[in-house]
């Protein structure tokens, strides 16, 4: 199966942004339980310089990785940035001293978020940001979407995605503007078990025919935290006929899949970063994908 190397976000706007179709996810090079500083800053600076030395030109951050943690590391080891680099962030949700989690989803809540955003990565604009939904929150999704494309009209945001949402809530999104791109937890073992309070899922799957009929890239989060299989030996054959790992495979299996999915996989060590980048030149063949299915 021949794979497509780059995938265009927004490509019916104005100002489409065509990157790498294998990005990076920044999440795991903060602190325990993704707060504070990584035991090992040098190695992290190093990790995000190794990645755009090494054709990736997308990166995933948010400004509640830390806090701030991620952003000051892309700055610190980046800034003045690459022409090409596309850097997305995420918004609607904030952290305590404590390390919990709380909802930051109101207008005035996301434009601090956008604010801080800009601030902490010396941007005049986010090309990117994602409002990442909290079932649960008070605030209502479209009044949080409405907040978000305001600030889309300021010029402080160019291209607006949404994560973690069901398919309801995509389409309701897609009704009041235009959506560039859905980060949605996915993997081989990771499709529809993501659910919210009412019994909604959040997963990739639900969403993958939307993206694809429009032309909407779906970012995989978690693909190879929750995703590699417990009691499923297929992943294990395949990798074994490839000469591969099983994080390897899966994450060819996001490659082969769809030619509309990014997957960003994420790490703090070095031998699993460039262990990653080899899963971009595995070959799965029409049989594979049929036994991985």
Not at 128 to 153: I, N, T, W, Y
Not at 168 to 197: C, D, F, W
Not at 207 to 232: G, M, Q
Request: proline fraction near 6%.
């Amino acid at each position: 199966m021949q794979l497509t190397h780059t995938i265009t976000i927004a490509g019916q706007t104005a100002q489409p942004l065509t990157v790498h179709r294998f990005g990076y996810g920044t999440m795991r090079l903060t602190g325990p339980h993704i707060y504070g500083e990584p035991a090992d800053r040098p190695g992290a600076l190093k990790i995000l310089q190794k990645a755009v030395n090494s054709g990736i030109n997308f990166l995933d951050t948010a400004d509640y990785y830390g806090e701030d943690v991620t952003n000051r590391l892309i700055v610190e080891a980046l800034h003045p940035y690459p022409a090409d680099l596309v850097i997305c962030t995420k918004v609607g949700a904030t952290r305590r001293p404590d390390t919990s989690w709380v909802h930051y989803n109101s207008p005035e809540s996301l434009r601090t978020s956008i604010d801080n955003n800009l601030r902490t990565l010396k941007l005049e604009q986010i090309q990117l940001v994602h409002f990442r939904v909290m079932p649960g929150a008070g605030v209502p999704f479209a009044e949080s979407m409405d907040a978000m494309f305001a600030l889309q009209k300021e010029g402080k945001i160019l291209h607006i995605g949404v994560s973690n949402v069901s398919r309801a809530e995509l389409e309701i999104a897609m009704n009041m503007g235009k959506i560039a791109t859905v980060e949605n937890m996915y993997g081989h073992a990771q499709r529809r078990s993501i659910t919210g309070p009412y019994g909604e899922s959040r997963g990739g799957e639900e969403v993958l025919d939307i993206c694809e009929e429009h032309e909407i890239p779906l970012i995989p989060y978690f693909s190879l935290v929750t995703a590699l299989p417990k009691n499923d030996n297929r992943i294990a054959r395949i990798a074994a006929k490839h000469g591969a790992s099983e994080a390897q495979i899966n994450l060819a299996w996001l490659l082969h899949k769809s030619p509309w999915i990014l997957p960003i996989p994420g790490t703090s060590s070095m031998a699993h970063f460039k262990e990653n980048l080899l899963a971009r030149d595995i070959q799965l063949s029409e049989e594979d994908m049929k036994e991985l299915e």
